[in-house]
């Protein structure tokens, strides 16, 4: 896991971009998805023709997920726990394995701070 640090982690000119027009995605190995791995994942919306939405999620178990949201609106690298959001998902929901983020204490949170942003689609609170 990373180390506990304060506020302002090095910015990083890297993106993670997610395009929905890959032809073939790359196959993930079932040794890969094990306790603590950090998954972008996908969940589709009550409407069938609007965009699914993606998480950045924990796995606690194979095929069981802890979500996370973005710390704030505009952030695209912090994010924090979203509490009692556990739910089963299909290895085919998993969109990629994300790399291990930081972990920082912003005003009083735990905050999980990735390397490169990571592209997620949240519904609207």
Excluded at 4 to 16: D, L, M
Excluded at 37 to 66: A, D, H, M, S
Excluded at 69 to 89: G, H, V
Excluded at 105 to 120: D, E, G, L, Q, T
Aim: proline residues 7%; aromatic residues 8%; negative net charge.
């Amino acid at each position: 896991m990373g180390s506990i640090s304060s506020r302002n982690p090095p910015a990083v000119e890297v993106e993670i971009i997610h395009d929905e027009d890959d032809e073939e995605k790359p196959a993930i190995d079932d040794a890969v998805l094990k306790k603590d791995v950090w998954v972008l994942v996908k969940f589709e919306g009550p409407k069938k023709n609007v965009t699914p939405f993606k998480y950045v999620c924990q796995i606690i178990e194979p095929l069981r997920v802890q979500g996370f949201q973005k710390y704030e609106k505009t952030s695209k690298q912090e994010f924090i726990l979203c509490k009692n959001d556990i739910c089963e998902i299909e290895k085919g929901d998993i969109i990629e394995i994300l790399p291990e983020p930081e972990r920082c204490i912003i005003n009083r949170k735990m905050v999980f701070v990735f390397p490169a942003a990571v592209h997620v689609h949240e519904m609207s609170k």
